[in-house]
T-cell receptor, first 115, second 115 residues
């Protein structure tokens, strides 16, 4: 079984400042890891994902995340926050390479951006 | 592609009534997932299908909930009878099981309020 812990339910950053959202996972097999973003009253949209290969993955809207197996982490970063980044962000994990495509989601982190 | 389509977008009903939520996955996708999102419990996987066959329904809360997928382009989630605690946003997602295409694409959700 797999699970995800997102540290911090709310993050507030100034426009132009670094965005850092923390995600730790547990999985009994090599994981597939995902970050999704949810804007108000909308569905979830994929930001980026790690399956295999390069551990630093780049996604849409300037976000990137690094898979660190030794730390069981997959933290999401963006060098410079924009007002449009205000949303809720979810980290998710599935059992990579298996026939099980279930995603387990973290509780989410709400990002607010101050002008 | 139009993406995952869900209907209705909003549903208000009275306790005891039957509720049917509908989902049209992305054409060609062979996995379909139903999720429920609440403030208290976050995002929960209810059930998922592969090639129209239910694979895992362990997340279905109780017998009042049922889901069907009569063909590759349509699925329903039914609640009968509905209760106020069923109030939530219900998401449908679909994915394609090919290497590198594990991403789940979410619909806009159905916001259900049971009075």
């Amino acid at each position: 079984a797999q699970s995800v812990t997102q540290l911090g339910s709310h993050v507030s950053v100034s426009e132009g400042a670094l965005v850092l959202l923390r995600c730790n996972y547990s999985s009994s097999v090599p994981p597939y890891l995902f970050w999704y973003v949810q804007y108000p009253n909308q569905g979830l949209q994929l930001l980026l994902k790690y399956t295999t290969g390069a551990t630093l993955v780049k996604g849409i809207n300037g976000f990137e995340a690094e898979f660190k197996k030794s730390e069981t982490s997959f933290h999401l970063t963006k060098p410079s926050a924009h007002m449009s980044d205000a949303a809720e962000y979810f980290c998710a994990v599935s059992e990579g390479g298996s026939n099980d495509y279930k995603l387990s989601f973290g509780a989410g982190t709400t990002v607010t951006v101050r002008a | 592609d139009a993406g995952v389509i869900q209907s209705p977008r909003h549903e208000v009903t009275e306790m005891g009534q039957e509720v049917t939520l509908r989902c049209k996955p992305i054409s060609g996708h062979d996995y379909l997932f139903w999720y429920r999102q609440t403030m208290m419990r976050g995002l929960e996987l209810l059930i998922y299908f592969n090639n129209n066959v239910p694979i895992d329904d362990s997340g279905m809360p109780e017998d009042r909930f049922s889901a069907k997928m009569p063909n590759a382009s349509f699925s329903t989630l039914k609640i009968q009878p509905s209760e106020p605690r069923d109030s939530a946003v219900y998401f449908c997602a679909s994915s394609l099981r090919l290497a590198g295409k594990e991403t789940q694409y979410f619909g806009p959700g159905t916001r259900l309020l049971v009075l």
